[in-house]
């Protein structure tokens, strides 16, 4: 396996040991593991915090900080941490206002983010967990909840961050969290495939001459298999299915995450940009922001995502508060 | 080829209109394709300008903007921007108080600065250029000039650009930023290559169970070609070269920049800083700050380079400066 490192048992716990070596004047490392703030949030204030699974770059870690998560329960590569972790997280992230618990919408992180939300209400700590789903090809229009939770759930946890940064109330932040969710569409394509950093194993098959839109972040099957097409061509068919969907309709604001896969370039992003922007212009549709680069990777696959999300005044005020992470900043 | 490309003769042109358009509050497109700052320089104050070959990312349009270069003057993919446009670079950084031409020790990009340099001293233009150069295999102690510039430039050019922001003058510019590109060294490693954009050529040879320590940004050869190392392994014995060649003493401080070549995960830059850490305080060299990340890749390669870069008061107040650009910002 061409990776840098060590035992591959030991991946997790040593990534996150040079993380937050790294970044010690934002984050720690608690003794079992959690990636939690340096500096914990003021009390009195809802904490947010999520379990999950490893190898999706810079998430969560790198996204703990003022402004965003207070504590990021990481499991394995590619598997949810167990229930018990995510409860000694929602434990740690009560600063006595209630904790917001983000559960990405995957199987793994459904069951141990329900079993571990179960155990926190019955130790008394106040929590309210958030689904959050958005990947437009998992499961049709009018069963959104069923969909899989993917890049876009950026948006999402940004505003989480910001609202619980500002002091608001708990259901106040669940409310304003899950209305971002549900105005977040995304769909990605995958050029090739990512190499597991523990089994050594290439993670899928995929011709030297095509590619695939609609693919999951663990490889799961998409919608259209097929030659490779232009950078533009590329975009205007996955635009049209992620514009359509919600719908997105002219004269609204968006905000616009291009997120590469991992092995993806930035003069790629800049150049599905290009055409994006054209896109959207014709279309009559504002771009508010722009974020573009790695958000939620696939270790070192080729590809991207495209995700849009509605904003309104609230979620633009939210989107424009500052946060300081190690990987995301905003002044 | 597997990338998101249209025409690939137009990659270059292409990238530059989707990141100007992309990072419109921040850059601007010139009519010759300069990537200049929206709201140039304040009257009175050096400018800062790089001509340059493009495929080496966010290198450098994406450190346009305050605190950081005035004007980016990209050439094509791997090939050094030519003297008419770097001229034209020149002239557009000029605010009145001369230009700062930094200039990559690399033979294209020294042959065409030069020739620029030359143009603009004979246009009347105040310009001052410094050579920046760090990759310890490429010339021996004693030959430090003739080393390559690679990825320990961007301290350099960061000092550069808080100089120019704080109004010093050209002399005291170029005299601060020589002084951060003498105390840096560099070494980079390669697992596997990149794809050339353009010709959709790969780009060197390496076997499946071999890396080479020392290769250049564009596959030049290295110095060591062998067996797959651990992290921990690879990252002792390339501490140790960069350490020794300056050598960086017990009791100072360095700057730390672990360089991302394109398709290495931030997984693995944590597990390799991990080690670099525990080397560094056995050492006894105190981390003033840490950089992770892409800052110069060469397209999709898998290796990192270890730059460390020493720093007094002066350049740590400079590094500290605020600075917004689309990759690089500094509250």
Chains 1, 2 share one sequence.
């Not at 298999?225 to 604001?253: C, H």
Request: hydrophobic residues 40%; aromatic residues 6%.
């Amino acid at each position: 396996m061409k990776k840098f490192v060590n035992d591959p048992n030991n991946v997790v716990k040593e990534e996150l040991e040079g993380f937050t070596k790294a970044y010690s004047h934002i984050t720690a490392l608690t003794d079992d593991y959690l990636v939690v703030r340096k500096q914990p949030k003021e009390e009195g204030k809802v904490g947010i915090v999520i379990g999950h699974g490893v190898g999706h770059e810079p998430s969560i870690c790198g996204w703990v900080g003022k402004g965003f998560f207070d504590v990021d329960a990481a499991g394995e590569i590619f598997a949810c941490a167990p229930a018990d972790k995510i409860l000694s997280g929602i434990r740690a992230a009560d600063r006595g206002a209630g904790v917001l618990q983000i559960i990405a919408n995957h199987a793994g992180d459904v069951l141990n983010g329900n079993l571990a939300y179960e155990m926190a209400i019955a130790e008394g700590i106040k929590v309210e967990k958030v689904l959050l789903y958005d990947d437009i090809v998992t499961a049709p229009k009018g069963q959104e909840e069923n969909r899989r939770g993917v890049a876009g759930m950026f948006f999402a946890m940004k505003i989480a961050g910001a609202a619980a940064e500002r002091g608001w109330s708990l259901e106040e932040c669940a409310r304003v969290t899950r209305k971002a969710n549900a105005n977040t569409r995304t769909l990605g394509v995958a050029l090739s495939p990512p190499t597991h950093p523990v089994t050594g194993k290439v993670m899928f098959d995929l011709p030297d001459d095509e590619m695939e839109i609609g693919m999951g972040v663990h490889g799961e099957a998409g919608t259209y298999k097929g030659e490779m097409l232009s950078a533009d061509e590329t975009m205007e068919l996955m635009a049209k299915q992620v514009i359509e969907d919600k719908p997105f309709t002219p004269g609204e604001e968006v905000l616009v995450l291009l997120n590469g896969s991992g092995a993806t370039t930035l003069m790629e992003l800049h150049i599905l940009y290009r055409k994006l922007d054209q896109i959207l212009a014709e279309t009559g549709i504002k771009v508010y922001d722009v974020l573009l680069g790695e958000f939620i990777t696939t270790q070192e696959m080729k590809g991207f995502s495209l995700s849009l999300c509605s904003v309104d005044d609230e979620i633009k005020s939210l989107w424009d508060d500052p946060c300081e992470t190690a990987y995301f900043t905003k002044a």
